[in-house]
């Protein structure tokens, strides 16, 4: 498979520098590594979700319970789990950190991933989501570090898509 074992592993344990110890997604290729290291990880809780959606309550719930989360999910996810975001995470104030596979971009082979990826950044600025790119391993630690420091301290939703120059091996 052409996912970046490597660009995932620097993505998780960034993701537990930052002291994350609950995920939640649904079954996604960019994101089949970073799904398997939280499953196989005893410090760290996976959630499966039916539907993307469930990840605002589940974040939610771990917010309240003191437990720092990530949601992994692919953009139509992110689209998908608007609903929860508007009326529950924006109105509740819950920070949310979002690990975005941005699909659709330049280089996507699959006609079906373009037009999640022709409205993805549009829809995080007209929600008012803060949100950067992974493009490069090199950064990646600093961006989840900030992302985490900004949703937290802003109490709101902030996004990190990540970018198949850094998720995928050609």
């Not at 490597?6 to 002291?19: P, Q, R």
């Not at 900030?146 to 990190?160: D, F, G, K, M, Y």
Request: some cysteine; charged content about 20%.
């Amino acid at each position: 498979m052409p996912v970046s074992v490597a660009s995932s592993k620097v993505i998780f344990d960034a993701l537990k520098k930052c002291d994350v110890r609950l995920m939640s997604a649904l079954p996604e290729t960019w994101l089949v590594h970073l799904i398997r290291m939280a499953d196989d990880d005893p410090e760290m809780i996976l959630v499966r979700l039916a539907k993307e959606e469930e990840g605002v309550g589940i974040s939610a719930g771990a917010h309240f319970a003191g437990v720092k989360s990530a949601m992994l999910m692919q953009n139509h996810g992110f689209l998908a789990s608007i609903n929860g975001i508007v009326s529950f995470a924006h109105l509740y104030k819950i920070p949310l950190l979002m690990l975005i596979s941005y699909r659709g971009t330049f280089g996507e082979r699959d006609p079906w991933q373009t037009q999640g990826g022709n409205v993805t950044e549009s829809l995080l600025r007209s929600m008012s989501i803060p949100y950067s790119f992974l493009d490069r391993a090199d950064n990646v630690e600093k961006r989840i570090r900030q992302a985490q420091t900004l949703a937290e301290s802003s109490l709101q939703p902030v996004a990190l898509l990540l970018m198949r120059d850094l998720m995928w091996e050609e």
